[in-house]
């Protein structure tokens, strides 16, 4: 998943009282084991088994009582090792729709010659968890599957069936993608009210005190253009003005230049008007201009110096790979460049490449969308159903600590549950670090205090939704 990063939010008009001290529970052992053997388990596409890491939480949850006909274990032929679990907790009200609890359990790549530290070695030290996945998404597959097996021990039954599904594929476009599998192929599997999902969550201070919660509504879709420039070439030692190179180059700077015109949504505009307060004047001025008017070019500017305010306010392309020539000594016949694309709601992949289009404007680059990973995320509605329980724990568990919705500028598997009318919102609860904590890059991270306290509040979370 793509975290938050830094917003330029006054954290101590933020912070109203510090988070107590969490005590250590008699199933946190446990939930460590749990944890601990997630991450341990290589889950990286065509090199790791997210298939024998299901396995493993289907046998814990087995352990505690879970039926054969209550945890399903799938996969494809074709995919044997991007398998995944669902497991259900029956609830008592037939007739009220199940909750469902979502999380991927496969991780990106890192390479061992690049970490301090074998990857796939769970690591306590000074404060943090530190493996790849402890972050993103194995702390919240762990949570959520311990919150059923600790509902399951104690005999809680609840009024909403609680489902879980850990999936695979999510971090890889084009892989196998079990998310998208289960909402295609086994909706009674997955069907229910809402899906808790990652994407909210939350952010500290670099003093590691809480800064802000964040409930995920709506996200950016994600999109690649393959970008090409092609010449006949010929021999290095007589130049030519046409030159694939070259033109590529004049391109991706177009692209670079390019400004998506402010798109707002309900979900940005009540961002933006709880977060201006905080604010210092002259950004204030300018959240409040761009809610009343997405048109105010100064005010666009102004916030459009910080970057992930920029990604909210707008569509974003960034060039992030490039090919080009084929000899050292030959002018080159084709030069070929990816740009990543995250496509506000209510724009599309058609008007996004129209614009780049029309932006390098040359006919001999050509612009071709790869394959979309997965249909425009619908926006759910952000009712008191959902925010109130999510709220009012938050008053109990983070004290004083606001509870804002954000749009993710990132990407999910929540869009393939959408698509097929199953609302998804990104839970808060997991604080993250405001540098992102090495997600998806080198020694990632995450504060222990982080993870056991947002344990503490999904788990209660998921009980106040079940009721």
Known sequence: MRRMTKLPVAAAALILAATPALAADATEPAFRALYKELVETNTVVNSGSCTKAAAQVAARMKAAGFTDDQLTLFSVPEHPQDGGLVAILPGTDKRAKPILLLAHIDVVEAKREDWQQDPFTLIEKDGYFTARGVSDDKAMAAIFADSLIRLKQAGHKPRRTLKLALTCGEETSGAFNGAEWL???????????????????????????????????????????????????????????????????????????????????????????????????????????????????????????????????????????????????????????????????????????????????????????????????QQPPLTPAIVDPARALAKTHFPGVPLLPIMVTGATDGPFFSAVGIPVYGVPGILHEPDGGGVHGLNERIRVSSVMKGRAYLHDLIIAYAK
């Open 183 to 377: 909402a295609n192929n086994r909706r009674d599997l997955i069907d229910a009210e809402f899906v808790m999902n990652e994407g909210g969550g939350g952010r500290l201070n670099p003093d590691g005190t809480p800064e802000l919660l964040a409930i995920q509504v709506g996200e950016k879709h994600y999109q690649d253009f393959e970008v090409t420039a092609t010449n006949p070439g010929g021999h290095s030692s007589r130049p030519v003005p046409q030159n694939a190179i070259y033109d590529l180059a004049a391109a991706l700077k177009a692209v670079e230049a390019h400004k998506f015109p402010v798109r707002l949504n309900d979900t940005t505009r009540a961002f933006f008007t709880s977060v201006a307060p905080t604010q210092p004047a002259p950004i204030a001025a300018a959240m409040r201009a761009i809610v009343a008017d997405p048109s105010d070019a100064a005010a666009a500017a102004l916030l459009s110096g910080d970057a992930t305010v920029n990604a909210t306010l707008r569509t974003t392309c960034v060039a992030t790979q490039v090919a080009a020539g084929h000899a050292q000594n030959a002018l080159p016949q084709r030069a070929v460049a990816n740009v990543n694309c995250r496509i506000i709601p209510g724009e599309t992949v058609e008007t996004t490449l129209a614009a780049l289009e029309g932006a390098i404007a040359n006919p001999a680059v050509k612009v071709v969308p790869k394959v979309t990973r997965n249909k425009i995320a």
